[in-house]
């Protein structure tokens, strides 16, 4: 089950900046999502100076969403971003979602629909929102290329 803890861990880990002294045109982002039978841990990262980078700190936020070594080691990743929103659902047995779209309100929806799928039988409670903060949510930093 996910704690409020865990959920506010991993919103809170997943907000990240623009690399510092970045004035490059070029934004990527990247999702990454660490699965298991018994846990999620999700990173993501937006506005980076590339893919390399952007991959690597979404790479580490799921690591630090982890609560054992084997969510750390399934830690995989799902896309790259690039001019696109991200968001999150949870539920609180084991039901998840993610969602991506240029406008945030669609990847809002998305997430919310993955999660939803996903409640077997009924158990758990409704799937809400835990990251869509449209400053951090979307990589937005490039806007002529």
Not at 95 to 105: E, H, R, S, T, V
Request: charged share 25%.
């Amino acid at each position: 089950m996910f704690s409020f803890r865990y959920i506010f861990a991993v919103v809170a880990l997943s907000i990240i900046g623009a690399a510092p002294g970045s004035s490059t045109a070029i934004a990527e982002g990247a999702l990454v999502a660490g699965i298991t039978a018994d846990d999620v841990a999700i990173g993501y990262s937006a506005s980076w100076a590339g893919k390399d980078l952007a991959r690597q700190k979404a790479f580490e936020e799921c690591q630090n969403a982890a609560h054992s070594d084997q969510v750390k080691r399934s830690c995989d990743l799902i896309a790259d971003m690039h001019r696109e929103c991200v968001a999150m659902a949870f539920g609180n047995s084991m039901n998840y979602g993610w969602g991506m779209d240029p406008n945030l309100d669609v990847a809002r929806k998305k997430a919310l629909e993955m999660c939803r799928t996903m409640q077997r039988r009924g158990v758990g409670e409704e799937c809400t929102l835990t990251m869509d903060i449209p400053f951090n949510s979307c990589d937005q930093n490039d806007r002529g290329r």
